[in-house]
């Protein structure tokens, strides 16, 4: 199948300057960007693997002798194009904050607990469905100084490969009915309330275990359309 | 086909905030593997061996230290190591992928080859480019641009530098150190120096 790729469709994206989250400032570009047409070189992309992950990288919570404190859940869903055709083979990275809302990352100062047995970071291929899934812990929510009081709401950080370089994406996926919500600049970076809607995971009462951990579910939506729709039928 | 209804957009992107280097970028310093490095070379990949490196900025040009590249290129020949280029593909293990952190001086480097010459969609020859993304802090979506070379003679007729100013192409050539296999090229997020970056 050949893949088109609209420029039309990362409308949904955040514009690079958001004022409110301050550390955008500097960092977003003046200029306008300049477009054009996708060659080769946009159009193909890496391919990797399940030789990239390696038995239980998709379990945040086995990684170390002991068990993470925190509550443990299941965290599943697709890999979709815009057609909503599954995504098979894509690589999709996770890292995320330990139950008490702090990274492993040696920057990270939060007055939190590291927990010994949380790295906080997993990966996994899609299969042939686009479904992917992970077990981990609930992260917790932390402070930051963009704004007086400010706290991130619960996330966890994905980046996905998909079908060429063009559909690379570094996201956020966040639990559903977060109260930090309405005043977290970057959940709000994104311009359309549908499309924030789409960061945002479904608590998954048939796929939560009995005795064992909740799930969540998360589709993830890459850009990429058949280029040669078939005729409806 | 699962079950699945046509989705009204797709996810939108989300910075990859200061603390991925534990996830993405490990090189020894955390309790997790690399699934990449900063470097696209294979035991078996023919061309010219060369390295990239460079600096990230921004606005104020102060060096920011918590970028991640990554890069995407063809081999030597101009072919890509991805089935949906159906023209022959390498035969080699080379992947032409990347991925590199900047340090606290906002440094970065690659170890590649020079690809090779790929066809524009009316088969124009392009210049040897690398496609580079920069993702980072403070950076909502991810940027693209591309890595030129300085010393390539089809960068004149280039159809992609065609479409950038004369005076920012720089910003897109990274430029060969006398003597070494070395091309400079730094990146300035925003400002006078801003590079160029692709709406694709």
Redesign the interface.
């Known amino acids: 199948m050949t893949f088109i ?1 609209p ?1 039309d ?2 409308k ?5 300057l ?1 004022p409110d ?28 693997g399940h030789e ?3 038995e239980g990288d998709n379990d945040l919570t086995t ?2 002798s002991g068990e993470p404190i925190g509550e443990r859940i299941i965290v599943h869903g ?1 890999v ?1 194009d ?5 995504v098979p083979n894509s ?1 999709v ?3 995320q ?1 330990n139950s008490c809302g702090r ?6 100062q939060h007055p939190a607990p590291l927990d010994p047995n949380f ?5 996994t291929v899609s299969d042939a ?3 992917y899934r992970f077990v981990t812990i609930k992260p917790g929510a932390y402070p930051w100084g963009n704004h007086h009081n400010a706290w991130r709401p619960a ?1 966890i ?1 994905l ?1 996905v490969f998909g ?4 559909t ?5 996926m966040y639990f559903p009915a977060d109260p930090l919500f309405p005043f977290d600049p ?2 709000n ?2 311009p ?1 309330e ?3 809607a ?2 945002v995971s479904s608590f998954d009462l048939e796929n939560t275990q009995p005795e064992w951990a909740l799930c969540y579910r998360f ?5 990429g359309k058949n280029a040669t729709p078939m005729e409806n039928h | 086909m699962q079950d699945s209804v046509k989705p009204d957009g797709i996810t939108p992107s989300q910075t990859v905030g200061p603390f991925f280097k534990y996830g993405l970028t490990p090189t020894g310093d955390y309790a997790w593997n690399d699934a990449f490095t900063n470097s696209t070379l294979t035991p078996d990949v023919t061309g010219d061996r060369v390295r990239i490196e460079g600096r990230v900025f921004d606005g104020d040009g102060v060096v920011v230290p918590d970028c991640m590249l990554e890069i995407w290129q063809a081999d030597a020949q101009g072919r890509f190591a991805d089935p949906q280029d159906k023209r022959a593909l390498p035969n080699a293990s080379f992947r032409g992928f990347a991925r590199c952190g900047t340090d606290k001086d906002g440094n970065y480097s690659f170890d590649t080859i020079k690809p090779g010459v790929v066809p524009d969609p009316d088969g124009k020859p392009q210049a040897p480019h690398i496609l580079l993304a920069v993702f980072g802090r403070g950076m909502l979506r991810h940027l693209y641009t591309r890595i030129y070379f300085s010393d390539e003679a089809g960068n004149a007729a280039d159809p992609v530098l065609a479409l950038v100013p004369a005076e920012r192409r720089a910003t897109l050539t990274a430029v060969r150190e006398a003597g070494k296999p070395v091309y400079r090229l730094d990146l300035h997020l925003q400002g006078d120096a801003e590079t160029v970056f692709f709406d694709v």
């Open positions: 790729y420029v469709s990362n949904a994206h955040p514009l690079p958001s989250y301050k550390s955008s400032i500097k960092r977003a570009p003046n200029k306008p960007l300049i477009p054009m047409c996708h060659t080769l070189s946009e159009l193909t992309g890496p391919v990797y990239t992950v390696r990684q170390h697709h979709r815009e057609d909503g055709r599954g690589l990275e996770i890292w904050a990274y492993v990352h040696v920057r990270d790295t906080g970071a997993g990966r469905a686009g479904y996330h950080h980046s079908h060429s370089f063009v690379r994406l570094v996201t956020q970057i959940f970076s994104v359309d549908k499309a924030r789409r960061m589709d993830i939506v890459l850009r």
